[in-house]
């Protein structure tokens, strides 16, 4: 895979960072995006009503760099902070960055050297999850590096629906995405939705783009894993999210597509939504100790989760995820108290 070296010029990045109390990884974020080693950006620093000190944290590095824009506005959540920051940026290319994470200081200039100045395109590279233990692990994106455009995008674009691991990460950030992929498929965003949420954006985008690149294992991106908080969070609102979401990609589907082609991407989409239903079952097994049982098997007794069940299949390998999707397929006494007690263990032991 070779770098475009066509027009051999800089184009403008946009980086957007939402933030929403974080203070305590704001300096390390931000300074990791002005020592980029590419000139022609900009950091976008979105303070979604941040109660901890960050709006004022981030007025301060803007009085450092000229670069570096600050939006205040009301908490919105993810999606409505993302969106202002789209509405300030000024470049040609977008690339998001969470306020927790942190990024290699080559990273823009070894994706933005694959830009061709197409408005329609995406360059992906990998990503390192870093523990709050101090352990690492690189995660590479399933779909083989390269770039896909043409035919070849055309056979790759049903893959990023309906899999157990998907071969693009859905995730917006750790890409280079053109400014009217995201400006024209924002309409799809809904602030509502708090799980899942970057999927509105990217799979409307990935249908869209009409030239993907995937760097040859390039983890330029530091996602921080923080266990204690994942482990003990519960959102008593998961399966309405999933529910909402499930709407949202329906959309997209029946305005992107027609004819076979819809008809295929309804099936990977049916699957996509009993992938998104193991871990509203996850949600519930681990997180709610006194309800689990009842919403559990209320989840999966509801009438469209029992059709989607009956008409499409999906494969898991993870053994966690053979479990959960035992109980979708037989929810019961016996199934449920049985995830009970293995998300007890498993959650002992981490």
Known sequence: MERYLGLMRNYKISMIVPVFNAKAYLKRCVGSLTGQNYDDLE????????????????????????????????????????????????GEYFCFVDSDDWVDPD???????????????????????????????????????????????????????????????????????????????CKYSDPRIRTGEDTTIMLPALIDCRRLVIMDHKAYYHYLYVRESMIHKYDQRLFENIELLKGIIDQIIDDKFS??????????????????????????????????????????????????????????????????????????HVTVSLLRMAMIVYYRKR
Request: charged share 30%; proline share 2%; hydrophobic share 35%.
């Open 43 to 90: 950091v976008i620093l979105v303070d979604d009503g941040s109660t901890d000190g960050s709006g004022d944290l981030c007025d301060e590095l803007g009085n450092t760099d000229p670069r570096i824009k600050v939006v205040h506005k009301e908490n919105g959540g993810l999606v409505s902070a993302w969106k202002a920051g789209v509405e300030t940026g000024t």
């Open 107 to 185: 990273m823009v200039s070894g994706m933005a050297a694959f830009l061709t100045g197409s408005d329609q395109e995406i360059i992906s590279s990998d990503y390192v999850i870093e523990r709050d233990d101090g352990s690492s692990q690189f995660v590479w994106q399933r779909l083989e590096p390269g770039i896909y455009e043409g035919k070849e995008l055309e056979k790759t674009i049903p893959k990023i629906l309906g899999e157990e691991r998907r071969y693009v990460c859905m995730s917006r950030c750790m890409k280079l995405i053109s400014r009217r992929l995201v400006q024209d498929n």
């Open 259 to 332: 004819g076979i082609r819809r008809r295929e991407m309804r099936e990977r989409a049916q699957k996509e939504y009993l992938h998104l239903l193991l871990l509203v079952l996850k949600n519930e097994a681990r997180g709610n100790p006194k309800g689990y049982r009842r919403n559990i098997l209320e989840i999966c007794r509801t009438e469209a989760v029992r059709k989607t069940v009956k008409s499409v299949t999906i494969h898991v390998e993870e053994k966690s995820n053979r479990l959960l999707y035992l109980v979708l397929r037989h929810p019961n």
